[in-house]
């Protein structure tokens, strides 16, 4: 059966309460926020972008073994915009938005200038982040919307550009157990330069309780780009307790021709340009310092969105990304594509590996050029002296075809053993989701005719004994005949269902990013999916747990 993915999205905002079978677990008691496209035509004008659609917002509420559903659109000024003018008149990353013909020459003048300095676009249809006590729809432009959590409404507008000078960032952020919540956007052109900057906004103190948590902004470091007019795109980074891990790809934002993608008649989308005569530059950074380490690491071209865990170990700095070998998943999403072919296989898809990186923390002098610097012994993953203070890492491949990868992100920063995520061997359209044994290399999967799993979210149990304790949350789109679609709940060890709860309404692929946490009789665990400008499926969560622990996936 196939599913339309440009349909459009019909919002229900009133709580249902879904139909269970079989029992979820009286622990099991919070929100579930989830975020993604939802409208994708507005009058005659269409998207021409899955990603571009404007965002739908779900909530999941878990209480005493039953789950209620609501939904509700983005009220961003993209969504007031569009739909006052019946037509599509902000521009998405894909989709180009012209002035309607019978528009006078001051209309169409405005909007060319509009366009050669774009103002990005409010429709926050990737992920949610948690600042201080406040939620947030994002995407990877400079705008974020506050929204109730509880009722979903949409709330103020907040400009980035307000408290640090970035013109893009990322929707996937991570926490520490402090609650502080780190992040990094890109600044274009800033006093001549351009560069990544690496932001933390604080926890919520008693002290300043009263004061906007945004303005507490702090720079933990900033970081140059290898080339100011074609800075590289990112959707994710890594953390662990002493360093930040950055990947600079060859996968660049050409800026000149952004300026005049509007004028050419193309999509900012294909200002975008994968270099694959060139390296990847891994930026090792210290937490503490805000200082690079000295030695530079680099590794062939690649493409990567999502890194799925860091950790250290013994003087060596391990992680983890998804990583592809070109730039073909974004045209995976094109509307048109979808429309054509949602079966398997994809003879033009890319499979994405899951590589394993590891660099030496430790200084290379001494070292003979061609020695390998890597001594741990679980794994293949090198890096090699190549001169004085530049190594060459090579990963090893854990697994083939796994995308949205989630951890219990109480293992964020720490060795963990288990992965959850979306298998997309001969699609970037997921029919199968899997529990991945990075240690045995064991995988056990999920599966039902007809259904499309979104990422699996992974809750821990209250006070739970192992790493996979706990169980996993994944919306289900049903497109069987007269049935429903449902949100699936697996034991996090066995992967079995242990109970299923049908929704009455249709439910939509979602975005869903990178993991985070942070603790303070509350955690936030923040996930990805297929998304807009990056691909994956965002999700956000809040749970109240025993011992007055939330649970915040975003």
């Known amino acids: 059966m196939a599913t339309d993915f440009s349909k459009n999205a019909v919002e229900k905002p009133e709580p249902f309460k879904a139909e269970v079978k079989g029992t979820i677990p009286s622990w099991l008691q919070g929100i579930l926020l989830r975020n993604g496209p939802g409208i994708f035509s507005v009058g005659d004008t269409s998207y021409n972008h899955w990603f571009d659609g404007m965002a739908i917002m779900h909530s999941f509420t878990f209480k005493d073994g039953e789950m209620t559903h609501r939904s509700r659109f983005l009220r961003s000024d993209t969504y007031t915009a569009n739909m006052d003018a019946n037509r599509i008149v902000v521009s998405e990353m894909g989709t180009m938005a012209y002035p309607d013909p019978s528009k006078n020459f001051i209309v169409k003048a405005i909007t060319f200038l509009n366009h050669t300095v774009p103002d ?11 600042y201080g006590n406040d939620y947030y729809a994002t995407s990877e432009t400079n705008y974020i919307r506050k ?31 402090e609650g502080n919540a780190y992040n990094m956007g890109t600044s274009i052109a800033e006093k001549g330069k351009t560069k990544y900057i690496l932001f933390k906004v604080p926890a919520v103190s008693e002290r300043g309780k009263n004061v906007p948590v945004l303005k507490k902004t702090e720079v933990i470091c900033t970081v140059p780009c290898r080339s100011m007019l074609t800075p590289s795109y990112y959707h994710s980074f890594g953390m662990t307790d002493n360093y930040f891990i950055f990947i600079e790809q060859p996968f660049k934002l050409d800026i000149l021709k952004m300026a005049t993608a509007y004028m050419r008649g193309v999509n900012w989308a294909s200002c975008l340009k994968f270099c694959p005569e060139e390296n990847t530059l891994i930026h090792l950074i210290d937490r503490k310092t805000g200082k690079e380490v000295e030695t530079k690491f680099y590794t062939g071209a690649m493409v990567v969105y999502h890194h799925v865990n860091a950790f250290e170990d013994d003087g060596h700095v391990v992680f983890d990304v998804i990583a592809y070998k070109d730039t073909s998943l974004y045209d995976m999403f094109y509307l048109s594509k979808l429309k054509e072919n949602t079966g398997f296989p994809d003879e033009n898809y890319s499979k994405p590996s899951y590589k394993r990186f590891v660099i030496p923390v430790h200084s290379d002098k001494g070292i003979a050029v061609g020695e390998d610097l890597v001594k741990l012994k679980y794994t293949t993953a090198n890096a090699v002296k190549e001169k004085e203070g530049k190594l060459t890492c090579q990963a090893e491949v854990l697994y083939e075809g796994l995308e949205l990868p989630r951890i219990n992100y109480n293992f964020n920063g720490k060795k963990q053993q288990f992965v959850y995520g979306n298998c997309v061997e001969e699609s970037a359209l997921s029919r199968q989701i899997a529990k991945f044994d990075t240690e045995t290399k064991e995988v056990i999967y999920w599966s039902e005719d007809n259904c499309w799993p979104s990422e699996p979210v992974f809750v821990p149990r209250p006070n739970g004994e192992s790493e996979d304790d706990g169980v996993v949350l994944v919306s289900v789109l049903n497109s069987n005949p007269g049935q429903s679609c449902f949100m699936l709940v697996l034991d ?63």
């Open 120 to 130: 990005f676009t409010d429709n926050g249809a990737s992920n949610f982040i948690k």
């Open 147 to 177: 929204i109730d959590p509880e009722t979903l409404e949409t709330q103020e507008k907040v400009d980035y550009m307000k408290y640090l000078p970035v013109n893009m960032a990322s929707s996937h952020v991570h926490y520490d157990k």
């Open 492 to 554: 996090g060890k066995t992967f079995k269902e242990v109970a299923r709860a049908y929704v009455n309404t249709e439910l939509h692929k979602d975005c869903v990013e990178d993991p985070h946490r942070f603790m303070d009789s509350l955690i936030s665990v923040k996930f990805y999916g297929l998304c807009e400008n990056t691909f994956l499926f965002h999700s956000a969560f809040s749970m109240k747990c025993a011992d007055n622990f939330v649970w915040n996936i975003t």
